[in-house]
């Protein structure tokens, strides 16, 4: 996996914006990532509704902002094979007998789908704007050589 980053990083040649995107996405997957483990704890001292479907809430973005780190598709469309992955995994549950199906879960799923198509639009806005701030820099230099 980092060998793949790695060689894609030197194929791009956009080290400034694909390190923003490895580390943006990245503090997204870690803050969900132990927000899931500290919510799997509190799961088992309450029966709240919001704690139960917590973690399928938080399986998108996680897998999500992974996915990011490594490929260089389209946000959108790995967001929802990613977001689509999930709620496969509840369907599957319906023959696995350990397991419990929870039409909850499912609707958290397209929650945490919302959640990141908010965080893919807000990482796009950042990195247009410093990308024209950079390029009028760019320009306002390069008029006075």
């Known amino acids: 996996m980092l060998i793949s980053f790695l ?10 914006r694909c390190f ?6 990245g503090g997204i997957s870690l803050c969900c990532y132990f ?11 309450s029966g709240s509704l919001m704690l139960n479907a917590a973690p399928n809430f938080l399986a998108v973005p996680i897998t999500c902002s992974l996915a990011f ?8 469309v790995t967001a929802l094979f990613c977001a689509l992955g999930v709620i496969g995994y509840e369907f599957v ?8 199906f929870d039409s909850l879960d499912v609707l958290f ?4 789908y919302q959640f ?13 704007r410093v990308w024209k701030v950079k390029i009028a820099k760019n320009v306002s230099s390069n008029k006075w050589l």
């Open 7 to 16: 060689s894609q990083h030197v194929k791009l040649k956009a080290t400034g």
């Open 93 to 100: 549950q319906l023959g696995m007998e350990e397991r419990t």
């Open 35 to 45: 927000t899931y483990l500290h919510l799997t704890g509190l799961r088992t001292d």
């Open 20 to 25: 923003f995107t490895v580390v943006y996405y």
């Open 69 to 76: 780190a490594v490929t260089n598709g389209n946000k959108k």
């Open 116 to 128: 990141m198509l908010l965080v893919i639009t807000v990482e796009r806005k950042i990195t247009t």
């Open 109 to 112: 799923s397209v929650f945490g």
